[in-house]
T-cell receptor, first 120, second 113 residues
Framework: GAVVSQHPSRVICKSGTSVKIECRSL??????MFWYRQFPKKSLMLMAT?????????EQGVEKDKFLINHASLTLSTLTVTSAHPEDSSFYIC????????????????FGEGSRLTVL | QKEVEQNSGPLSVPEGAIASLNCTYS??????FFWYRQYSGKSPELIMS????GDKEDGRFTAQLNKASQYVSLLIRDSQPSDSATYLC?????????????FGAGTRLAVHP
């Protein structure tokens, strides 16, 4: 099946620094990728929809200036957590839809391995 | 009301039994539904997808959808300890020009030997 790779898998940083997380679709082209965050024992919360070549679409309540998303190519989207603070510590997961997988008009959604961010 | 609701569990079943996981959704416009399994500290992996009313079987897993009742379920037959995980129900809806997956909080399943 389709593979989505995320890097880094774990990152620890000091408060006030910025952290970049990469999400790559390895064997398919993803015009759209999704970024989620998940707190311990909680569900995945959609943060934003990343669109190749255009601005990301953020969900209500998500600060676009704090969570910068860039989707420069059909296989790469990046999430930058700017001026990170301890409350930003979370599990960040990206996903991408392979338009050729599953039913023709739906596509299946594949997840990256996740990136655990700890802000000290 | 949450858009996708699940009982958080834990649901404890003995090895070999049938585990039944339930999910309800509020948006009648949702047409596609998915069950993901998530092990602790890992990202979700797709178990089943279902789009039409009725049952869909895949190996030990059966997904059931009732759009009139806005209800989705997942049955796991012959449960194994390795099935112990959190099961996430997700509904896809079209919003802001994109199809988005909205997840429930997940049900934790514990299969004991």
């Amino acid at each position: 099946g389709a593979v989505v790779s995320q890097h880094p898998s774990r990152v620890i940083c000091k408060s006030g620094t910025s952290v970049k997380i990469e999400c790559r679709s390895l064997d398919f082209q993803a015009t759209t990728m999704f970024w989620y965050r998940q707190f311990p024992k909680k569900s995945l919360m959609l943060m934003a929809t990343s669109n190749e070549g255009s601005k990301a679409t953020y969900e209500q309540g998500v600060e676009k200036d704090k969570f910068l998303i860039n989707h420069a190519s059909l296989t790469l989207s990046t999430l930058t957590v700017t001026s990170a603070h301890p409350e930003d510590s979370s599990f960040y997961i990206c996903s991408a839809r392979d338009p050729l997988a599953g039913k023709a008009n739906t596509g299946e959604l594949f997840f990256g391995e996740g990136s655990r961010l700890t802000v000290l | 009301q949450k858009e996708v609701e699940q009982n958080s569990g834990p649901l404890s079943v003995p090895e070999g039994a049938i585990a039944s996981l339930n999910c309800t959704y509020s948006d009648r416009g949702s047409q596609s539904f998915f069950w993901y399994r998530q092990y602790s500290g890992k990202s979700p992996e797709l178990i089943m997808s279902i789009y039409s009313n009725g049952d869909k079987e895949d190996g030990r897993f059966t997904a059931q959808l009732n759009k009139a009742s806005q209800y989705v379920s997942l049955l796991i037959r012959d449960s194994q300890p390795s099935d112990s995980a959190t099961y996430l129900c997700a509904a896809r809806r079209f919003s802001g020009g994109y199809n988005k997956l909205i997840f429930g909080a997940g049900t934790r399943l514990a299969v004991h030997p």
